[in-house]
């Protein structure tokens, strides 16, 4: 199980640190952040491998964006800098299998959390 935490009202610029915490290890699991701002579909936005070595950020968070993990706390974060109007969003977590590399692909995700709501105001 998953869940995302760490949402909520911030002025554009501003920063804000989502975290995902497992209910149970981590260290076979690679973890992705995704959103979904209202009336769009959810886009990926970044994940990180199974050691953390591998990471992969959407080109909109690019730079601005910073995941991790920690995974003797079974936790990933997701550092969100210079944040805009336009991250407005439902942001979840997701895990997935995969043995190398990660994906921000929604089929290779096994596990959704419940989101966190971010608003970025202008």
């Known amino acids: 199980q998953l869940q995302a935490s760490g949402g909520g009202l911030v002025q554009a610029g501003g920063t804000l640190r989502l975290s995902c915490a497992a209910s149970?290890?981590?260290?076979?699991?690679?973890i992705s952040w995704f959103r979904q701002a209202p009336g769009k579909e959810r886009e990926g936005l970044s994940c990180?491998?199974?050691?953390?070595?591998?990471?992969y950020y959407t080109d909109s968070v690019k730079g601005r964006f910073t995941i991790s993990r920690d995974n003797a706390e079974n936790t990933v974060y997701l550092v969100m800098n210079s944040l805009k109007a336009e991250d407005t969003a439902v942001y979840y977590c997701?895990?997935?299998?995969?043995?190398?590399?990660?994906?921000?692909?929604?089929?290779?995700?096994?596990?959704w959390g419940k989101g966190t709501l971010v608003t970025v105001s202008s």
């Open positions: 149970g290890s981590t260290d076979y699991l690679t």
């Open positions: 990180t491998g199974r050691r953390g070595y591998s990471t």
């Open positions: 997701a895990a997935g299998r995969r043995l190398s590399g990660c994906t921000i692909r929604d089929s290779g995700m096994h596990y």
